[in-house]
């Protein structure tokens, strides 16, 4: 089981970034998919999550109305597009599997650090 992330990087407040994630090893299509991370220091939280069909998307709190979940079945990729970022949402992001953490599979993670 492989779980690829990309996207991460360095964005200022209220910018954007594009987070995807490659999936192989594993029926993609059966498994709903999250997005988690991990601030430095602090504990694992669950972010946003998608169901097997892509028709239901959930999200945490603090990101509802910024951030958006997507997949592509035919591609095994799962997205995570966040707009008006803020320095909070510094973290290690996780693409992992399931609808809730811990997961079965996750990723090694990728970067988003949110400063001016």
């Known amino acids: 089981v492989q779980l690829v992330e990309s996207g991460g990087g360095l964005a200022q407040p209220g910018g954007s970034l594009r987070l995807s994630c490659a999936a192989s090893?594993?029926?993609?299509?059966?498994?709903?998919m999250s997005w988690a991370r991990q601030p430095l220091g602090k504990g694992l939280e669950w972010v946003s999550g998608?169901?097997?069909?892509?028709?239901?998307?959930l999200y945490t709190d603090s990101v509802k109305g910024r951030f958006t979940i997507s997949r592509d079945n035919a591609k095994n990729t799962v997205y995570l597009q966040m707009n008006n970022l803020k320095p909070e949402d510094t973290a290690l992001y996780y693409c992992?599997?399931?609808?809730?953490?811990?997961?079965?599979?996750w990723g090694q993670g990728t970067q988003v650090t949110v400063s001016s």
């Open positions: 998608i169901t097997t069909d892509g028709r239901t998307t």
């Open positions: 992992v599997s399931g609808l809730q953490i811990p997961p079965e599979y």
């Open positions: 090893g594993f029926t993609f299509s059966a498994y709903g």
